[in-house]
């Protein structure tokens, strides 16, 4: 079971952090990743890291801005989200892939979802 948390609103050019908090498993050969979604949008891809290695890939939207990482001690992803501007307001979830070997962007190749967090930021 994945749990996302640290949502909220912030202004353009804010910060935020969230968190996607494994239970029941640790995230081990898996990979993880963020994906969001805005309304009427579909879910898009944001970031993932391979857990084993700490190997990332982000998306072009978010690039040099969000920062994906992870605490192996605490089961525990992050998306570090520096910049933010208004077209970032989305619903975000993490999802765990069991396949990790590779990192993947298609939402359809993750296996666990977290519950989602909204991320709302205001111009």
């Known amino acids: 079971q994945l749990q996302a948390s640290g949502g909220g609103l912030v202004q353009a050019g804010g910060s935020l952090r969230l968190s996607c908090a494994a239970s029941?498993?640790?995230?081990?050969?898996?990979?993880m990743g963020w994906f969001r979604q805005a309304p009427g949008k579909e879910r898009e891809f944001v970031a993932a890291?391979?857990?084993?290695?700490?190997?990332?890939l982000h998306a072009d939207s978010v690039k040099g801005r969000f920062t994906i990482s992870r605490d192996n001690a605490k089961n525990t992803g992050y998306l570090q989200m520096n910049s933010l501007k208004p077209e970032d307001t989305a619903v975000y979830y993490c999802a765990a892939d069991r396949q990790g070997s590779w990192l993947k962007m298609a939402s359809r190749d993750y296996d666990y979802w977290g519950q989602g967090t909204q991320v709302t930021v205001s111009s």
């Open positions: 890291i391979k857990w084993s290695t700490g190997f990332t």
């Open positions: 029941g498993r640790t995230f081990g050969g898996y990979a």
